[in-house]
């Protein structure tokens, strides 16, 4: 026998919640209105699609084994402008074209280096990019190490002669944030060590892992008052080593270092584009960059970004009928040596800036996406809620409002186009990070597979959203 | 007030405890007559300091850090002999000498490897221990795999002017029991590559990591019929590269392969040999192998073998008075490039090999040990069960009698002495073993105070136990 106060109190409850369908009905969640029901769904197919997609897999397949390292200004570079041509035609993306643009080339032709004394040993090195030579056979100096760069710069030793040693370590950490720090010591090293009136400098690798690889990148980029001095990271154990050697012994440890690299002036780089071409002429601007250093393969730096976002436009043309907004797809160039394409992107396309609605890159590896980040119009804001909504599922959550957009797009971001983070987890990103190890079989298909999806579905949405997002009134 | 019923059942219990106490008095257990209490007590001590005891890392940590890589003959592993001398006698070592024995030098002298078409890239590889040199600037050949050696030893494929590439991964293991399969590519592929006409052989490396640190390591040690092909290891990025690169590519694969290597007919090593004077002149003999390969600093392989053996004997040798038996430590040379040590000290100590009373090296890295195994006469089995039964509560669990006793004391193991194994967990071994990677960050100092406890125990309780192992007679 049904009891009466439960019967009461279902009645009760079923009575709320018409009265809530009712209000529902009434009053549709304010984000309703910028798409609509079926463009809802077809996000959510997008997203079943994309999870199912080899093709992110096959490009960064094909990119990695057949060109394979792809440095700024290369001619491994220019293969791979080739290769991103061919594949855009191939995957149906109209107006495919290379924008070339110049750039001040750098390269490493040897480095190598070794504890001359009191314990004899090689030590494993990567010269740091824009490091000038040392003169042939290298130079010997005592090691002075410094825990920190703030150490170094607030020193008074006396250095003349000297090799220095920043031996900062790296925080790991799931959004990256340790690499702001520590990735200071690699761009004001060889600067203060050539202040101080030393011979060389050495930095343990801006990285996180534990093998004999070590990290390179980006040094001093010039138009400092002083030469820099000669740069290289040691790897992490090769740090550890020399941090050691250091403590263990009983006089100055001399360090030998040999460092041969070469400058040319101008080099010829470019961003491939290949466009799905909408109703209007509005852009929504996504891709990786091309470019690589030359120690892997480029596999989660950027092959990765350069493949997913590929991937996922090409879903979105897929379609039947137009994109609401045009599409496209940028392979930026020479990314790692000083954002060179994505000066050249901006300065290219100054005229079309007002008419970019979203720009975003994916450069931050291969790892599943965890937050989505906008940096929308405080008015806009409620699009937002939109994309984190339909990409909850995924397992993404919904970050705040400061979005980076990606190093390609920050020239666009600062020219106040709006940007989106799709952000992949950075736990081991730095690891593999401009190492030998950036290569193929660190890549998890399936993880490649979610981030598809994801960009797949905010592709699409922000191809079909009402105004833009700049402000609600765009 | 008490329960009846609980006090007549507590009643029960205590007779039958008593009962129970009273039968053990009367007939101990049967390995008891081998040890005294007063031994049990001293070996349980040694266990306690052990897993407190820091002299292990220490040595360690000066070894790799102040010798570093200790190349078989070369002037590195004489000064690491030096080091080993000082050490023993510092630590109160008596009879502290080393025994010097000739050898069959080999050495890299530089390595180079690149994909020349369809995709030029760098590869890279480290030549294997007794690879001849290729002519100077390398070979260039179209590369052909073999899933297996074996597929390579039953090919009728035509492979002059060819390099064979043989692409057989490893299993990881805990027993370590992967790498009898695995090494077998490393010993053969030379030969048989010789014997088919090929110019050079890639093998995969034997290892199971995943990172740009190929495995170096020996493979053919001479007296082949036909002189063997110049070979090298891929590092496993790499042999997947190369694989991927067979896979995509439309035409031949060609590789350039540069191997700079040098022979010596003959260079100088030694075994550094110290002792702890027993009351008898029968021999406890342990130790670890002092050279190591050349591309890491030789921390796993097999600086913590020497340094675990060394610091328990000098927990033995501190107790008061002396062992019943004398504790010999050997710091074996030349372990790597084809056992020259362990056989020049079976000839050299021929005549002593009956008082040889157990032999036992620690050469599988520096993880935990989690089992015990011995190689006794069935006659000496009970006595098997006192080592198991105190080195139990370290965690370390009882193996078979099969022991193989470790690569250096193996002439001594077919001579019959009784060889022990303290098997130390292999799972992550073949990630560092023969690699630039193998380095002191990667050793856990608690598991090396567990090793320092194991064999502490053991060396001092087969120095105490009535008769030998050879058999219940003895």
């Known amino acids: 026998m049904l009891n009466r106060k439960f019967a009461a109190g279902m009645a009760l409850v079923v009575g709320l919640c ?70 855009l035609k191939r995957l149906g993306f109209k107006n495919v074209r290379i924008e070339t643009f110049e750039l001040a080339y750098w390269n490493r032709i040897s480095e190598r280096a070794e504890i001359v004394s009191p314990f004899p040993q090689k030590l494993v090195i990567t010269a740091l990019g824009h490091s000038p030579s040392t003169p042939d056979g290298g130079v010997v100096g005592e090691v002075v190490r410094f825990e920190t760069l703030d150490a170094l710069e607030t020193s008074g030793a006396d250095l003349s002669g000297k090799i220095i040693f920043v031996d900062e370590a790296m925080t790991r950490t799931q959004d990256g944030s340790g690499y702001g720090a520590a990735v200071q010591k690699r761009s004001r090293a060889a600067i203060v060590a050539a202040e101080k009136g030393a011979i060389a400098a050495l930095i343990r690798s801006v990285g996180t892992d534990s093998h004999r690889n070590p990290h390179t990148g980006g040094s001093v980029r010039g138009g400092a008052a002083l030469a820099p001095a000669p740069i290289a990271a040691l790897s992490n154990p090769d740090a550890d080593q020399l941090a050691r050697a250091l403590r263990l012994a009983k006089g100055p440890v001399r360090v030998r270092l040999d460092i041969q690299t070469e400058f040319k002036k101008s080099a010829i780089s470019g961003n491939v584009i290949g466009e799905i071409p909408g109703k209007s002429d509005e852009l929504i601007v996504v891709g990786g960059h091309l470019d690589s250093w030359d120690l892997g393969t480029g596999a989660i730096d950027d092959g990765a970004g350069v493949a997913i976002t590929v991937a996922a ?32 992107y901006a300065k290219a396309h100054k005229e079309e800036l007002a008419r970019h609605v979203l720009a975003a890159e994916s450069d931050f590896g ?16 409620a699009k937002a809620k939109i994309f984190q909504r339909l990409l909850h599922p995924l397992g993404v959550g919904a970050g705040n409002n400061q979005a980076f957009g990606g190093p390609d797009v920050s020239p666009l971001r600062a020219a106040g186009v709006p940007v989106v983070d799709l952000y992949q987890d950075g736990s081991d990103y730095f690891d593999l990070h401009h190492t030998p190890d950036d290569t193929l079989d660190k890549v998890n298909p399936d993880a490649v597979q979610q981030n598809v999806a994801a960009w797949a579905a905010t592709i699409y949405l922000a191809s079909q959203m009402d105004g833009g997002f700049r402000d609600e009134a765009d």
């Not at 291969?366 to 804001?381: M, V």
């Open 313 to 344: 436009a090409k879903l979105v043309g897929d379609l039947k009928g137009k994109p609401a907004r045009t599409i496209r797809v940028v392979m930026w160039g020479a990314e790692e040596t000083g954002l060179w394409g994505a000066r050249a």
């Open 18 to 87: 018409a009265a809530a369908s009712l209000a529902a009905a009434q009053t549709p969640d304010v984000e309703e209105k910028f798409i609509t029901a079926k463009e809802e769904q077809t996000a959510k197919r997008l997203i079943e699609k994309g999870l199912k997609d080899d093709t992110a897999w096959t490009l960064l397949e094909s990119l990695t084994t057949e060109i394979g390292p792809r440095l700024a200004g290369s001619e491994a570079e220019a293969r791979a402008r080739d290769w991103g041509v061919q594949t």
């Open 366 to 381: 291969a790892a599943r996406i965890w937050k989505f980040q906008t940096r929308f119009g405080d008015g806009a804001l």
